[in-house]
């Protein structure tokens, strides 16, 4: 089946820093990905969804200058956290489509990266 | 706005007890609609979807979803719960195309032995 990989699973960076979460679609090609976010004990937030080669389209709140995504190419997402400070701090999420198949594959998500930043 | 709603923030079973978990869906036409589990610090299985025919939806280990029109509902059902079910659950609804899925609140299901 659909497989996609997130990368890292976890990441502990400084107050100020900035980091880069991929998401990759392992054995399609995704036409859509979508960026959640999941404080805990609660639901999946979208952020943001991106397709291949055009800008990401960001839900209303979500600073698109501070989670910066690129969707360079159809099998790969990166979400980057810019300028990191402690409330940035959450578990992310990455899930992929593909238009054509839609109805057989649904979505597919990522195993999420555990974002601390101290 | 199109949305999906669970009533229940918490439920206990025992093992071995039958389960349903509740899910309602407000949207203009008929919603493609999902079940995922997700166990702590992981990401989301599907276990079961619904976009058109059948109503009730055979899904994996062991679970099935009936998806009700007149209710607006797509309630999870599992006939005997197992102590690894014990997870969040979530509801999810799609417009279609695979162009934006929105979540329920979730349900944490805890299973006593």
């Known amino acids: 089946g659909a497989v996609v990989s997130q990368h890292p699973s976890w990441v502990i960076c400084k107050s100020g820093t900035s980091v880069k979460i991929e998401c990759r679609s392992l054995?399609?090609?995704?036409?859509?990905m979508f960026w959640y976010r999941q404080f805990p004990k609660q639901s999946l937030m979208l952020m943001a969804t991106?397709?291949?080669?055009?800008?990401?389209?960001?839900e209303q709140g979500v600073e698109k200058d501070k989670f910066l995504i690129n969707h360079a190419s159809l099998t790969l997402s990166t979400l980057t956290v810019t300028s990191a400070h402690p409330e940035d701090s959450s578990f992310y999420i990455c899930?992929?489509?593909?238009?054509?198949?839609?109805?057989?594959?649904?979505?597919?998500f990522g195993s999420g990266t555990r974002l601390t930043v101290v | 706005a199109q949305s999906v709603t669970q009533p229940d923030i918490h439920i206990t079973v025992s093992e071995g007890a039958s389960l349903e978990l509740r899910c309602n869906y407000s949207?203009?036409?008929?919603?493609?609609l999902f079940w995922y589990v997700q166990s702590p610090g992981q990401g989301l299985q599907l276990l079961l979807k619904?976009?058109?025919?059948?109503?009730l939806v055979q899904g994996i280990k062991g679970f099935e979803a009936e998806f009700k029109r007149s209710q607006s509902s797509f309630n999870l059902r599992k006939p005997s719960v197992h102590w690894s079910d014990a997870a969040e659950y979530f509801c999810?609804?799609?417009?279609?195309?695979?162009?934006?899925?929105?979540f329920g609140t979730g349900t944490q299901l805890k299973v006593e032995l």
């Open positions: 949207y203009g036409a008929t919603p493609y």
């Open positions: 619904y976009f058109s025919g059948d109503t």
């Open positions: 999810a609804g799609d417009t279609g195309g695979g162009n934006k899925l929105t």
């Open positions: 991106s397709n291949e080669g055009s800008k990401a389209t960001y």
């Open positions: 054995d399609f090609q995704a036409t859509t």
């Open positions: 899930s992929a489509s593909k238009r054509q198949t839609f109805k057989m594959g649904g979505y597919t």
